[in-house]
Structures are given as structure tokens and as C-alpha cells.
């Protein structure tokens, strides 16, 4: 069974940083693109970053210049790092995997328990 595992959410003072870790396991054969998605009270899930598995990335224009997607295919892992971090990035933040199970015939989204960003003075 396949789990994306989360780290590196808390609470951060304006202007800081964080780096955020999505780690995926269990009976996986390739993983095609990733991504990070957040919801913020009150709001729905909205897109931060994707990295393809040849490493093309795509940003909201929210986050552009201040974040960064990257991936270690190695470890099936995939990172954000955040930078310039502001009041309203605050959200729960979810990692995304399209990935390919061995046991099964297609690739399938998974995604991860999510993590809380706090930004705040």
C-alpha cells in the first residue's frame, strides 16, 4: 500500500523560510510528476508547484521567485522549499504523486496527510 509521508510544517515568522519533505513508499514501480497543493481556512486547495519526472516545474504566481520544487527519484521523495515565507502562505500543505503500484495497471494520485505552515510574527 502505497503512503506519502509529510515533514517540515510549523511556525514560522514572516519573512522566514521552511522546507517541506513528501516521502512515498510501498510497492511503487515509477512515479511520474509531483506536486505540492495548500488549502487555507475557509478556502479551497489551490496548486504551489509541480515537477514532472524529467524536472520541468510549474508555480503559482503567488509563490513564483520565493518557492522551490525539487525531487530525488532515488528515495521517492519530493521537497518545497519556501522562502520569503508571508502571512497569507499560511495553509495546510499536501504533497501529490502520480504513481505506478506494481500490483496494478495504471498510474493513480496519492497524496499526503498534509502539514501545517504557520506564518506569523
Known amino acids: 500500500q502505497v503512503q506519502l509521508v509529510e515533514s517540515g510544517g510549523g511556525l514560522v515568522q514572516p519573512g522566514g523560510s521552511l522546507r517541506l519533505s513528501c516521502a512515498a513508499s510501498g510497492g511503487i514501480g515509477a512515479i511520474g510528476a509531483m506536486g505540492w497543493y495548500r488549502q487555507a481556512p475557509g478556502k479551497q486547495r489551490e496548486l504551489v508547484a509541480t515537477?514532472?519526472?524529467?524536472?520541468?516545474?510549474n508555480y503559482a504566481d503567488s509563490v513564483k521567485g520565493r518557492f522551490t520544487i525539487s525531487r530525488d527519484n532515488a528515495k521517492n521523495t519530493e521537497y518545497l522549499q519556501m522562502n520569503s515565507l508571508r502571512p497569507e502562505d499560511t495553509a495546510v500543505y499536501y504533497c501529490?504523486?502520480?504513481?505506478?503500484?506494481?500490483?496494478?495497471?495504471?498510474?493513480?494520485?496519492?497524496w499526503g496527510q498534509g502539514t501545517q505552515v504557520t506564518v506569523s510574527s
Open positions: 501529490n504523486m502520480i504513481i505506478w503500484v506494481r500490483t496494478e495497471i495504471a498510474f493513480n494520485r496519492y
Open positions: 515537477i514532472t519526472s524529467g524536472g520541468n516545474t
